[in-house]
């Protein structure tokens, strides 16, 4: 979608359409939080049983110079938010173990997604509730 924003050409001078950029995000393939990125969405990664997304593939072409656009900014931060029951426990000073910031609340939150915060050897718990 933020690639999407920012698009203009000659054949498209208002941009993409918020629906069709919706529904070109909607094609990328999520696995455990993790977004597939462009490599992977263009080639496939036959070590990770990952295959080309054809519709993908298709409907970024509509729109000439998106997937440059894309690329250029694969990787960049661009939103922060809190898992609303994802809380980790530190046993240790939690500033020797995590890079914290606060949140717009106020409250103390990890600045590192779940991957990253994982790797540091955090361990995330989830806590949530089904109603009946």
Known sequence: MTACRGYRSEDYPEGIDVDDARYISLLIPQERGIIWNLHDMIYGDPDKGKKPQTQFINAINTYPGLLEIMQGIEGLVSRRGIHASGVIL???????????????????????????????????????????
Do not use: C, P
Request: a negative charge; zero cysteines.
């Open 90 to 132: 530190f046993d240790e000073n939690i500033y020797e173990e995590a890079a914290i910031m606060r949140a717009k609340s106020g409250n103390l939150i990890t600045q590192w997604d779940l991957h990253d915060q994982e790797a540091a050897g955090s361990v995330k718990y989830d806590f949530l509730l089904t109603a009946v």
